[in-house]
């Protein structure tokens, strides 16, 4: 199976509403090689070491583990429980442990 990392990548990326090159840049890229070496990221032609991830998904706003999740449905859910707060996600791991749902 491939890694989910390049299409996730994309995704997020797009949805962030940002170029290759705007990423590349934010992550701290040389203007003129931030797009190239975005695209090959997302063509899953270099992987991005787990360091750069975490960089990559703080700029675009999603948990690292997005980018590794092979589900497609749980990769959503953790996006989503990513955006609360840890009080919430406390009291919804504590649900899911006592069978509540």
């Given at each position: 199976m491939e890694t989910p990392t390049p299409s996730r990548l994309k995704a997020a990326r797009k949805a962030a509403g940002l170029t290759q090159q705007q990423l590349g840049m934010a992550l701290g890229m040389e203007p003129n090689t931030a797009?190239?070496?975005?695209?090959?990221?997302?063509?899953?032609?270099?992987?991005?070491?787990?360091?750069?991830?975490?960089?990559?998904?703080?700029e675009l706003d999603v948990p690292v583990a997005?980018?590794?999740?092979?589900?497609?449905?749980?990769?959503?859910?953790?996006?989503?429980?990513?955006?609360?707060?840890?009080?919430?996600?406390?009291?919804?791991?504590?649900?899911?442990?006592?069978d509540e749902i």
């Open positions: 797009s190239a070496r975005m695209n090959q990221y997302e063509k899953g032609k270099h992987a991005p070491d787990f360091l750069t991830m975490k960089r990559i998904a703080k997005y980018f590794y999740c092979e589900e497609d449905i749980l990769s959503e859910l953790i996006c989503a429980l990513g955006k609360l707060k840890k009080e919430e996600q406390i009291r919804i791991l504590n649900s899911l442990n006592s």
